[in-house]
């Protein structure tokens, strides 16, 4: 079975930094794409960022130049870098993996959430 889990967040000061982690483990192929998300209250959970294998990081105009993923296939985890954080980036943060492995007994593709991390960024 596969399986995906989150660490890092917590309560920073604006300007601070944050970073965020997630690993896949499991009877994993191959991963495809990593990602990460996040939400607020009342609202859709929004992409912050992803990176897709062999394809340059996609990020959310909202957070470039401030946040950075990184992905190592090879272990099956990726990392969000987040600098200079504002109030606006408090949210729950999602991980998600998506790739090709065993699940449930049959070799499929898969597309696995994390359990969330919350970052407040807050005074």
């Known amino acids: 079975q596969v399986s995906v889990v989150q660490s890092g967040g917590g309560l920073v000061q604006p300007g601070g930094s944050l970073r965020l982690s997630c690993v896949a483990s499991?009877?994993?192929?191959?991963?495809?794409?990593m990602g990460w998300y996040r939400q607020v209250p009342g609202k859709q959970r929004e992409l912050v960022a992803a990176?897709?294998?062999?394809?340059?990081?996609n990020y959310a105009d909202s957070v470039k130049g401030r946040f950075t993923i990184s992905g190592d296939n090879a272990k099956n985890t990726v990392h969000l870098q987040m600098n200079s954080l504002k109030s606006e980036d408090t949210a729950l943060y999602y991980c998600?993996?998506?790739?090709?492995?065993?699940?449930?007994?049959?070799?499929?593709?898969?597309?696995?959430w994390g359990q969330g991390t919350q970052v407040t960024v807050a005074s």
């Open positions: 990176i897709t294998s062999g394809g340059p990081p």
């Open positions: 499991g009877s994993i192929f191959t991963i495809t794409a």
């Open positions: 998600n993996q998506a790739g090709r492995g065993v699940v449930a007994g049959q070799i499929t593709e898969f597309n696995y």
